[in-house]
Protein backbone atom coordinates (compact mmCIF):
# COMPACT_ATOMS: atom_id res chain seq x y z
CA UNK A 1 0.00 0.00 0.00
CA UNK A 2 2.92 2.00 0.54
CA UNK A 3 4.60 1.93 -2.84
CA UNK A 4 1.70 2.63 -4.13
CA UNK A 5 1.17 5.52 -2.48
CA UNK A 6 5.04 6.85 -2.75
CA UNK A 7 3.69 6.60 -6.45
CA UNK A 8 0.79 8.39 -6.42
CA UNK A 9 3.11 11.13 -4.10
CA UNK A 10 5.76 11.50 -7.04
CA UNK A 11 2.78 11.77 -9.84
CA UNK A 12 1.03 14.36 -7.83
CA UNK A 13 4.40 16.31 -7.57
CA UNK A 14 4.97 15.69 -11.37
CA UNK A 15 1.61 17.17 -12.04
CA UNK A 16 2.30 20.06 -10.14
CA UNK A 17 5.55 20.96 -12.26
CA UNK A 18 3.38 20.13 -15.06
CA UNK A 19 0.88 22.62 -14.06
CA UNK A 20 3.24 25.73 -13.73
CA UNK A 21 5.10 24.69 -17.13
CA UNK A 22 3.97 27.26 -19.90
CA UNK A 23 3.98 24.26 -22.29
CA UNK A 24 0.78 23.25 -20.37
CA UNK A 25 -0.62 26.90 -19.29
CA UNK A 26 -0.84 27.61 -23.21
CA UNK A 27 -2.69 24.27 -24.21
CA UNK A 28 -6.31 24.47 -22.75
CA UNK A 29 -6.90 21.01 -23.37
CA UNK A 30 -3.63 19.61 -21.68
CA UNK A 31 -4.37 21.69 -19.20
CA UNK A 32 -7.63 20.99 -18.28
CA UNK A 33 -6.59 17.42 -18.30
CA UNK A 34 -3.59 17.44 -16.40
CA UNK A 35 -5.55 19.36 -13.89
CA UNK A 36 -7.80 16.99 -13.84
CA UNK A 37 -5.48 14.52 -12.49
CA UNK A 38 -3.96 17.10 -10.11
CA UNK A 39 -7.52 16.86 -8.71
CA UNK A 40 -8.00 13.46 -8.38
CA UNK A 41 -5.10 12.60 -6.81
CA UNK A 42 -4.92 15.33 -4.36
CA UNK A 43 -7.19 14.23 -1.76
CA UNK A 44 -4.98 10.99 -1.33
CA UNK A 45 -1.59 12.52 -1.33
CA UNK A 46 -2.87 14.97 1.30
CA UNK A 47 -4.10 12.30 3.56
CA UNK A 48 -0.76 10.11 3.04
CA UNK A 49 1.07 13.47 3.73
CA UNK A 50 -1.24 13.97 7.27
CA UNK A 51 -0.21 9.84 7.51
CA UNK A 52 3.25 10.67 7.53
CA UNK A 53 3.91 13.47 9.87
CA UNK A 54 1.03 11.21 12.39
CA UNK A 55 4.36 8.22 11.82
CA UNK A 56 6.75 10.88 12.51
CA UNK A 57 5.12 12.36 16.09
CA UNK A 58 4.91 8.77 17.15
CA UNK A 59 8.38 7.91 16.42
CA UNK A 60 9.51 10.92 18.08
CA UNK A 61 7.36 10.67 20.93
CA UNK A 62 8.56 7.18 21.65
CA UNK A 63 12.07 8.39 21.53
CA UNK A 64 11.74 10.67 23.96
CA UNK A 65 10.01 8.20 26.13
CA UNK A 66 13.33 6.11 25.51
CA UNK A 67 15.50 9.11 25.88
CA UNK A 68 14.10 11.29 28.75
CA UNK A 69 14.73 11.18 32.43
CA UNK A 70 12.64 14.03 33.11
CA UNK A 71 9.04 12.53 34.47
CA UNK A 72 7.23 15.58 33.30
CA UNK A 73 8.77 14.88 29.93
CA UNK A 74 7.66 11.51 29.87
CA UNK A 75 3.95 12.30 30.90
CA UNK A 76 4.01 14.84 27.95
CA UNK A 77 5.32 12.30 25.44
CA UNK A 78 3.07 9.32 26.99
CA UNK A 79 0.13 12.24 26.17
CA UNK A 80 1.26 12.71 22.50
CA UNK A 81 1.60 9.19 22.02
CA UNK A 82 -1.77 8.71 23.49
CA UNK A 83 -3.15 11.81 21.23
CA UNK A 84 -1.63 10.14 18.30
CA UNK A 85 -1.63 6.78 17.84
CA UNK A 86 -5.97 6.38 17.25
CA UNK A 87 -5.50 8.92 14.52
CA UNK A 88 -2.67 6.97 12.96
CA UNK A 89 -5.97 4.06 12.82
CA UNK A 90 -7.99 6.37 11.12
CA UNK A 91 -6.12 7.85 8.78
CA UNK A 92 -4.69 4.38 8.01
CA UNK A 93 -8.64 3.36 7.00
CA UNK A 94 -9.29 6.52 5.31
CA UNK A 95 -6.22 5.83 3.03
CA UNK A 96 -7.58 2.39 2.10
CA UNK A 97 -10.83 3.98 1.38
CA UNK A 98 -9.11 6.64 -0.81
CA UNK A 99 -7.23 3.91 -2.71
CA UNK A 100 -10.41 1.77 -3.69
CA UNK A 101 -11.24 1.62 -7.61
CA UNK A 102 -12.93 4.31 -8.74
CA UNK A 103 -16.99 3.34 -10.18
CA UNK A 104 -17.04 4.26 -13.50
CA UNK A 105 -20.58 5.51 -13.36
CA UNK A 106 -19.80 7.35 -11.06
CA UNK A 107 -18.49 10.18 -14.11
CA UNK A 108 -21.73 9.47 -15.99
CA UNK A 109 -23.84 12.66 -15.78
CA UNK A 110 -27.39 12.19 -14.17
CA UNK A 111 -30.38 10.81 -16.25
CA UNK A 112 -33.45 13.05 -16.77
CA UNK A 113 -35.75 10.00 -15.66
CA UNK A 114 -34.41 11.56 -12.05
CA UNK A 115 -34.17 14.87 -12.51
CA UNK A 116 -37.16 16.63 -10.97
CA UNK A 117 -39.53 17.54 -13.06
CA UNK A 118 -40.68 21.27 -13.77
CA UNK A 119 -43.71 22.92 -11.88
CA UNK A 120 -46.24 22.49 -14.82
CA UNK A 121 -46.16 18.95 -14.93
CA UNK A 122 -46.48 18.69 -11.28
CA UNK A 123 -49.86 20.66 -11.82
CA UNK A 124 -51.03 18.59 -15.04
CA UNK A 125 -50.19 15.22 -13.31
CA UNK A 126 -52.93 16.46 -10.81
CA UNK A 127 -55.77 16.90 -13.37
CA UNK A 128 -58.62 14.52 -13.98
CA UNK A 129 -57.19 12.05 -15.79
CA UNK A 130 -59.99 11.85 -18.33
CA UNK A 131 -59.22 13.73 -21.51
CA UNK A 132 -62.39 14.84 -22.32
CA UNK A 133 -62.70 16.31 -18.99
CA UNK A 134 -59.11 18.29 -18.90
CA UNK A 135 -59.99 19.22 -22.41
CA UNK A 136 -63.59 20.71 -21.01
CA UNK A 137 -60.92 22.58 -18.24
CA UNK A 138 -58.67 24.02 -20.61
CA UNK A 139 -61.10 25.22 -22.89
CA UNK A 140 -63.71 26.65 -20.09
CA UNK A 141 -65.37 29.00 -22.69
CA UNK A 142 -68.15 30.97 -20.26
CA UNK A 143 -69.01 29.59 -16.78
CA UNK A 144 -67.71 26.55 -14.83
CA UNK A 145 -67.28 23.59 -17.13
CA UNK A 146 -68.73 19.87 -14.67
CA UNK A 147 -64.71 19.32 -14.08
CA UNK A 148 -63.49 22.31 -13.29
CA UNK A 149 -61.75 23.25 -9.66
CA UNK A 150 -64.11 24.92 -7.69
CA UNK A 151 -63.64 28.58 -7.53
CA UNK A 152 -63.39 29.99 -3.92
CA UNK A 153 -66.15 32.51 -3.40
CA UNK A 154 -66.25 35.43 -0.67
CA UNK A 155 -69.72 35.27 0.54
CA UNK A 156 -71.51 37.89 1.87
CA UNK A 157 -73.44 37.78 4.70
Same mark, same amino acid.
Given at each position: MFERLDQIELRYEELNRALSSPDITNDSAKFQKTAKAHAEIAPIVEKYREYKDLTRGIAESKAMLAEETDAAMKAYAEEELAKLEPRVTAVEEDLKVLLLPK?????????? /????????? +?? +?? =? #? %? /?? =?? !??????? *?? @??? =?? !? @? %? %? *? =? +?? #???
Open positions: DPNDERTSSS /KFAPEPAAT +RL +RS =S #W %P /KS =SA !CTTAMLR *RR @SGR =SK !C @S %P %P *R =S +RA #WAG
